[in-house]
């Protein structure tokens, strides 16, 4: 597959880009749903500044990633302790 040139609006800016025609779709999602994170802020809180939404929808961002990596690191945790006691039974069994 081959590169597409798009151009994606973020904060009534348009970007240039060439992605991958397979993360087109993916891209323009991501687009749509930044100008609606920059939407509730300005909403939400009255604020008028682009570089104030943008770093909060940042954040925001960050936050969930960091909650993500979290939770991807705790079912990490609590797969290895099941795998280590079915390991356990298992090995019981043999000797039996």
């Known amino acids: 597959m081959g590169e597409l040139a798009i151009k994606i609006r973020i904060a009534e800016r348009e970007y240039p880009m060439r992605v991958k025609e397979e993360e ?24 008028q500044d682009k570089q104030d ?23 990490g945790t609590d797969i290895g302790q099941q795998l280590s006691v079915l390991e356990d039974i298992l090995s019981t069994v043999n000797l039996k």
């Open 53 to 75: 939404l943008l770093a909060l929808v940042a954040f925001e961002t960050m936050v969930d990633k960091v909650k993500l990596e979290e939770e991807k690191d705790s079912h």
């Open 24 to 47: 087109e779709e993916r891209i323009r999602v991501v687009g749509k749903i930044l100008n609606e994170r920059l939407r509730f802020f300005k909403d939400q809180f009255g604020l």
